[in-house]
């Protein structure tokens, strides 16, 4: 990504505090986290260092903010100026390469600076917390406790279970202990005396030094190759490694980090979703015995806070995390990884709707530290960027250890009977397959019973009183509910227009799946993977765990476990409907249906039996389809590369896409019309819509959206920056909820 033509006035860390005299008080800008694109004067008896977190009144209330710098020359104001409540820092918080990317980001992103900077924080800073460890109540075993025959507690397995982690040496606060184990069971040990508590005093001084783990694998020449030419580099530069499912990817991210960390530099590795890759980071913690830490959703604010202090002050060698992990300081990074670079969960898609994998490679860049983007079918965007000699291209062709290629096989299910979704041959190719021992992985992307509610006699489908979409039958719960708004009700008895009580499912979910081949297979267990079945903490992880030890020869999933993880023992995928995004109006529709469909065949053969992938489909001619069948995602994604270009679509044409949403749909449109008519008029610049979002009605709100496109990046964010202040001041604005999105992923 090229830096943006434009040049705002960045505030420059560390730049001496500012000028003051010690019995005047100064005038300092502050950056709150308020959505407006600008900053707010304050008194200040002294001026603290550009970066340092103020408190500072805001209205009616006490907000966390930035000092951004004096003013020179404070002007009159009629308002009597109010005064910093709080200086909360001596130093500046956030390390100066994260605080300039968070500024860039601002930039880039057309973002308010308040709200980019607290993004960068973990919650307990912007809270206004001190940026310090805090000593935390925790347990450690008695010698008595240390001593005891651990099989003496069998008949209390909780008791036993958490004796033996604290005799591990796990470092188990309280409320660790309440969510993974027992509280009761803490009790008990305690009053036996076996356990104690004591005041755990986190400490920044943790030093590591390089250890192997476990011996690294021997590379084949492909991995070998791409290694080399990483620790080789001259220059630090953005990388793509471009490996087929199964080819070894993480091996070479591993021994690529083992040269940084070997210098005593730290590595940040961003991954799509932590809790679909339990098994790469084992690899990782069985690797390398250097402190890993992981920031992830699933942490409580101290641990998070505590996981970007370790990072922050060097204690920590690896950071493993999902896309926030991006504005982690690091006091000696050495190297970022992305993982699924393609995963379109890198882009966030509300309020600060920032990509992590663009900001990576900005990062790298700015800290000269070279960047790996790794990924079995990359985005179009890095294969251009490729293309454009922008990034170095490293390809792994083959599968790594014995894994031997997946086959294809395409269904025709034109006038085929179905059964829940499942034709005749794919029913056969399933048997031979689990009568020979193997595992079989069923792929459908809808969760619960069926997608509607139709009824038999007059064609009645429930709709959502609140969105343009129709209910989902969850059976089991015996519920409708509207995966778009969240609305559930009871399934009703009757029909609303007729009266009839011959209600049916139509379409299939996973949960009807999940029945049909209970009843079809009856030798041989279930499971389902998806948002339904694995709600509980840790049984996302149990499932997988599960699934991979070949403990339920079916497994039914929906795009959850498409996602890196390998199951070792399935032989046949198998993808029930892909028709959708064939004919889809997205234009990302046929490169995500290409991105699923090769990660979804990457799950077959991993060990050594071949693997098979049966697509069903009724258009089994497509172009698309043929193309990414015969000539893999490789060429596929070329040739829709090639189409983009023709279309002036990213990566060849720029994009910002303004939504607006209101109760009344007028609002939303004339609030676009309103934002069409101030933008300038450029023979480079189209202006599509105001239109109706696919989903027109959602949560009671219509939604609609304003598209720009642009041949130039530079003439893009010209013409925004130019225009966002005037476009915020638009009456026709205050009446609707409206937002920017530079660099739109996402259309619905
Ligand atoms: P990817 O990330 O590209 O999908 P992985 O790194 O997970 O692939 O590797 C797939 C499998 O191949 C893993 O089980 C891994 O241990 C194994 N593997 C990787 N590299 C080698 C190698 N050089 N020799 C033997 N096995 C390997
Ligand atoms: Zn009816
Ligand atoms: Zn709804």
């Known amino acids: 990504m090229r830096q943006c033509a434009q040049h705002r006035t960045i505030a420059v860390m560390n730049a001496t505090s500012v000028n003051s005299n010690a019995n005047t008080s100064t005038v300092i800008q502050v950056a709150v986290p308020v959505p407006l694109a600008r900053v707010f004067d304050y008194d200040c008896d002294q001026a603290p260092a550009v970066g340092t977190r103020v408190q500072v009144p805001f209205g009616a209330r006490q907000v966390v903010g930035f000092c951004m710098g004096a003013v020179p020359t404070p002007a009159a104001s009629e308002f009597k100026r109010k005064a910093v409540s709080k200086v909360l820092d001596e130093q500046p918080v956030l390390s100066e390469p994260v605080w300039e990317l968070l500024q860039w980001a601002a930039d880039y992103y057309q973002h308010p600076v308040g709200e980019v900077l607290a993004h960068g924080l973990p919650v307990l800073l912007r809270q206004g917390e001190a940026a310090s460890y805090q000593t935390t109540q925790a347990y450690q075993a008695t010698p008595a406790g240390q001593q005891l025959e651990l099989n003496e507690l069998r008949n209390a397995r ?175 990074l050495g190297m970022i990884v992305v993982d699924e670079e393609h995963d379109s969960s890198l882009k966030q898609q509300e309020g600060f709707r920032y990509h992590a994998r663009d900001l990576a490679v900005v990062r790298g860049h700015k800290e000269r530290v070279p960047v790996i983007l790794g990924s079995a079918t990359p985005s179009l965007e890095s294969i251009n960027n490729v293309s454009q000699k922008r990034y170095a291209h490293l390809q792994l ?167 890196g993880h390998h199951f070792p023992h399935v032989t046949l995928v198998a993808m029930l409907d892909i028709d959708g995004a064939l004919y889809s109006s997205d234009f990302r529709a046929a490169e995500r249906l290409g991105q699923l469909i090769t990660q979804v065949a990457g799950r077959a053969g991993r060990a050594s039996a071949p693997g098979t992938v049966v697509l069903q489909t009724h258009h089994p001619e497509h172009d698309l389809l043929q193309d990414l069948i015969h000539n893999g995602y490789a060429a596929f994604a070329r040739s829709l590369l090639r189409e983009r270009e023709l279309t002036q679509l990213p990566p060849f044409g720029q994009l910002a896409l303004f939504r607006a949403e209101a109760h009344e749909a007028q609002h939303a449109q004339a609030a676009l019309q309103a934002i069409a008519d101030q933008l300038p008029r450029h023979p480079q610049l ?27 990046r530079g003439l893009r964010q010209q013409i925004l920056q130019h225009s966002l202040p005037q476009l915020q001041q638009l009456p026709e604005l205050r009446r609707v909820r409206w937002s920017l999105d530079v660099d739109p992923q996402d259309f619905s």
């Open 158 to 332: 909780q008791q036993q279970r958490l004796l033996a982690a604290l005799r591990s040496g796990s470092l188990l606060r309280r409320d660790i202990v309440a969510q993974e184990y027992s509280l009761s069971a803490l009790k008990a040990l305690q009053e036996k005396e076996l356990i104690e508590a004591y005041q755990h005093q986190p400490s920044a001084e943790r030093d590591w030094t390089f250890a192997i783990g476990s011996e690294p694998l021997q590379l084949n020449p492909e991995q070998a190759l791409a290694v080399a030419a990483i620790g080789a580099a001259q220059q630090p530069q953005p990388y793509l490694l471009e490996g087929v499912t199964g080819s070894g990817k993480t091996e070479v991210y591993l021994q690529a980090m083992a040269e940084v960390l070997r210098k005593g530099k730290q590595v940040l590795v961003i991954v799509p979703e932590i809790g679909l890759t339990p098994q790469t980071l084992r690899r990782f913690q069985k690797r390398f015995a250097v402190p890993i830490v992981m920031l992830h959703s699933a942490l409580s604010d101290r641990e998070r806070l505590d996981a970007w202090l370790d990072a922050k002050n060097g204690a920590a060698a690896i950071v493993i995390g999902t896309r926030s992990a991006i504005f982690t300081p690091f006091s000696q």
């Open 397 to 563: 062709t083959q599968r790594a250890g014995q894994a031997r290629p997946t086959r294809h096989m395409v269904v025709d299910i034109k006038q085929m009977p179905l059964k829940a979704g499942l034709s005749v041959p794919l029913i056969e190719r399933m048997r031979e397959e689990l009568e020979r021992g193997q595992q079989v992985l069923v792929f459908i992307n809808r969760r619960g019973f069926a997608p509607a509610l139709l009824c038999h006699e007059c064609g009645w489908l429930a709709q959502c009183r609140r969105c343009d979409a129709y209910y989902t039958v969850h059976q089991r719960q015996q519920q409708l509910q509207c995966h778009h708004c969240g609305d559930q009700l009871r399934i009703p008895a009757q029909c609303h227009d007729c009266g009839s009580t011959q209600l049916v499912g139509r379409g299939v979910g996973t949960e009807q799946l999940e029945q049909t081949l209970t009843e079809l297979f009856p030798d041989f267990p279930v499971l389902r993977i998806d948002r339904d079945s694995t709600r509980r903490k840790g049984s996302l992880q149990k499932h997988l765990a599960d699934a991979t030890e070949n403990k339920f020869p079916l497994l039914v999933g929906t795009q959850m476990i498409a996602k």
């Open 686 to 712: 189209m202006v599509l819509g105001p239109m109706p979002a696919v989903m027109e009605r959602r949560a009671g709100r219509y939604r609609y959206q304003l598209l720009l496109q642009c041949q130039q």
